[in-house]
């Protein structure tokens, strides 16, 4: 079999079908400059304005953020000009974000959506996030643990908590079934609790992942918060947006997307590295095929 009609393509999994962009000099992808007087005016004035009105309509939270840029501007106009120029950016910026994630989510396996909090007994909320965090990294570097996921406050009490998609190849600690009250439902529920996390920082809610459903709500309530506050994804390492394959002619089912700058393709397949079959588009043939992102 030849090299391919596109080598070296990027290939993504949206959740139904396998997407390929050929590795072709995209003079698109250029932005025009526009002169914003971006270095005279402080972006962190937009930034701290954007936050602080966050739950409010787009309209409300423009004409607030307009009012106060006004005194670093010479006119209104330029205010305005300036509000939405960096509300295009925000926006750019959310919609690249999904698609970071979605992609992500979708070429890995994941076994749990977990759901973790602290007792006030043992830390507290700072030393819970640095604890935490430390705790993530070490089993993604010594147990190959994935995760990808977002912290949240809840609105109840305002209690910080961690929800995430998770990768246990090598599960640590014992599970427990725990039945208790629910403050979100208002309703008696059981839990899967593990030891681990359960004795080092508190309660902890581990729902294994059994369908592509399941993994579709944890990545609909991840995007939630990442739309809803502009929360930072968290992301162990090594998860691809893409694995590289040379695509074939015969496996292309047609282009599609603006301009038709992309490549769908049959479910099955064939995917090539250097000209060298390696099988037919898998998770085993993915694993040993090169990544990108």
Known sequence: MSKGKYPEAKVYFDGSHYIAIPNEKQPWKK???????????????FEKAYKENENKKKKEKKEIIEKELETYFNNKEKAKEFTEINFNRKKRNLIERRKRLVRKVNLQEWHYFCTFTYDSNKLN???FKKRFSNCLKKLSYRKNWKYIGVWERSPENNRLHFHGLFYTPTMIGEFIEKRDYS???????NTLQNTYFLERFGRNDFKPIVSKDHIFEATRYIMKYLEKSGEKIIYSKELYQYFLSDII?????????????????????????????????????????PKSN
């Open 31 to 45: 932005r025009k400059k526009v002169n914003t007087n971006l270095e005279e005016i402080p972006k962190e004035i």
């Open 183 to 189: 403050t979100k439902k208002h309703q008696m529920q």
């Open 125 to 127: 909320e700072i030393e």
């Open 249 to 289: 002619e015969d496996d292309i089912v047609c282009t599609i997307g603006q301009e038709d700058r992309k490549l769908l393709l049959f479910d099955n397949f064939h995917c090539l590295n250097e000209g060298e079959v390696i099988g037919q588009v898998c998770k085993e043939v993915i694993d040993n095929m």
